[in-house]
Nanobody, 121 residues
Framework: QVQLAESGGGLVQPGGSLRLSCAAS????????MGWYRQAPGKQRELVAT???????NYADSVKGRFAISRDNTKNTIYLQMNSLEPEDTAVYYC???????????????WGQGTQVTVSS
């Protein structure tokens, strides 16, 4: 059983900062890409940022220069530092991990339950 546990969401004023964390646990053989996605009310889920096992990153244009994704492979954990938050960043943020449970099994995507981020004055 794999679990992705997200934390760090909350209510913040425009211009403020938040740091999200996502820890993967379970009988995991290897984790490949990990990332953050978000879904605002009435909208489709969208990519925020991803990071490979080697540390290469990719960002949505809307968050470039404001958000930073990082990863600690020793803890199977990723982080999302969110600065200069805007009301448009309000959404449920989901953690994603592409991983293998054993060398004999296929890679599979797993998702966390999501954490709410609300940017409002």
């Amino acid at each position: 059983q794999v679990q992705l546990a997200e934390s760090g969401g909350g209510l913040v004023q425009p211009g403020g900062s938040l740091r999200l964390s996502c820890a993967a646990s379970g009988n995991i053989f290897t984790i490949y890409d990990m990332g953050w996605y978000r879904q605002a009310p009435g909208k489709q889920r969208e990519l925020v940022a991803t990071i490979t096992k080697g540390g290469s990153t990719n960002y949505a244009d809307s968050v470039k220069g404001r958000f930073a994704i990082s990863r600690d492979n020793t803890k199977n954990t990723i982080y999302l530092q969110m600065n200069s938050l805007e009301p448009e960043d309000t959404a449920v943020y989901y953690c994603n991990a592409d991983l293998q449970l054993s060398p004999f099994r296929l890679r599979k995507d797993y998702w966390g339950q999501g954490t709410q981020v609300t940017v409002s004055s």
